[in-house]
């Protein structure tokens, strides 16, 4: 067995732990690779590997906060995640760093006994559209204009499984998954909703004149159709971006593959404590 461990950049405490976990698997017989950065700032002789490289791993361990678990998430493929946290819950990391070392040896003796450890699906977004390769999102996918702000923005029309839901100027709009929805989606006024709830959500981004958000079925296909600017820009989950010249469509569906997720359930209401 191989597992991939990803520790937040910069982080000592994140790297620490990561050094815990692997000399447990090491000493337990279990092969162990750590991205590039981590293994920079181990104090051992480790050498470290692409985070894109670890989809032939068996399993890849997320330790730090949600943007580190999307990270991995984006390089692990469709190569089960467990996300460890670093005492403050979020969304994606359910293990406490308390509990890391003995959840990681849980989850790796479901491995060995059988090779079908128990594991949780997360939706993910695909995003379609002239000369785009932006990578399924897990938490969302923004079509923003150049700039936000009075008289800037874009013309957009959007249409769930081809009939028009909205149409009018707008700042952008995001398609999320519920995971999605307590970030980018939350701060722009959407619904937050329970990840065991299959759909997409649709939020208009300061549009005029302006639709409620809309959640709509998890078959669904949004087709953002773009104009009135010299150019838009797509992202996926805040960290991905490429630039459309309208007129142009962009559309986006449930991705084939879900984010597979190991170790135990997130505790969702104890998340949304934190948003307080």
Request: proline share 7%.
């Amino acid at each position: 067995m191989n597992v991939g461990i990803v520790a937040q950049r910069e982080n000592p405490r994140a790297a620490a732990l990561a050094s815990d976990v692997r000399t447990h698997l090491e000493g337990s017989g279990v092969g162990t690779v750590v991205d590039e950065t981590t293994a920079e700032t181990l104090d051992a002789d480790v050498d470290g590997v692409a985070v894109a490289a670890m989809d032939d791993c068996d399993l890849v361990i997320s330790i730090g906060g949600d943007g580190t678990f999307l990270f991995a998430a984006r390089g692990a493929g469709t190569t089960p995640i467990l996300g460890v946290n670093l005492g403050e819950v979020g969304f994606l990391n359910a293990v406490s760093p308390e509990d890391a070392v003995e959840t990681v040896a849980d989850v790796v003796a479901e491995f060995r006994a059988d090779g079908a450890p128990t594991l949780r699906s997360m939706d993910r977004i695909r995003v379609r559209g002239d000369g785009l390769t932006i990578p399924p999102a897990i938490n969302e996918i923004a079509v923003l204009g150049p700039q936000r702000g009075h008289g800037q923005g874009v013309d957009l029309t959007v249409a769930v499984d081809g009939a028009t839901y909205t149409a009018g100027h707008a700042d952008g709009v995001l398609i999320a998954t519920p995971t999605g929805s307590t970030a980018y989606n939350l701060s722009e006024g959407g619904p937050v909703v329970h990840p065991d709830v299959g759909g997409l959500i649709v939020t208009e981004m300061a549009g005029d004149p302006g639709m409620p958000p809309l959640v709509v079925g998890a078959d669904s296909e949004v087709t953002v159709t773009v104009s009135g600017s010299d150019r838009a820009v797509v992202v996926g989950d805040g960290r991905t971006s490429e630039t459309v010249a309208p007129p142009a469509t962009v559309t986006l569906s449930p991705a084939d593959e879900p984010v597979r997720v190991a170790g135990p359930p997130l505790d969702f209401f104890a998340g949304l404590e934190k948003l307080d």
